[in-house]
């Protein structure tokens, strides 16, 4: 059957909210840019969120694809540590995502 449409988008929601926190409280500054004049999560398929030092020197990005199987959100990022420690301080979240939609199925 699989995870509700309601449920993957709260784990879409989790995670990318996980992600931004994370960079907010390192001191990131963070863009969005959605393809559009809307930047809303919830208004769109796909987001690339860059990140920035507090004096605007990029860090990297990252591209959040919504609409899969929601602990999958996280479809691309640079490879860099910068980018590379925010996906670790998700990974056991995600892994628990990742297990609940295994057993949805």
């Known amino acids: 059957m699989g995870l509700s449409v309601q449920r993957r988008r709260e784990i879409e929601r989790a995670i990318v909210a ?3 926190n994370q960079a907010l409280h390192k ?6 840019n959605s393809g559009g004049d809307d930047d809303d999560i919830r208004a769109c398929s796909d987001q690339i969120v860059t990140f920035m030092t507090g004096d605007q020197k990029p860090l990297g990005s990252m591209h959040f694809v919504y609409g899969n199987s929601g602990y999958d959100v996280i479809s691309d990022y640079t490879s860099n540590r910068y980018m590379r420690e925010l996906v670790i301080e998700c990974n056991a979240m ?4 990742e297990t609940e939609a295994i057993h949805a199925k």
């Open 27 to 32: 001191g990131y500054l963070i863009t969005i």
């Open 18 to 20: 996980r992600v931004i």
């Open 94 to 97: 995600i892994a628990a995502y």
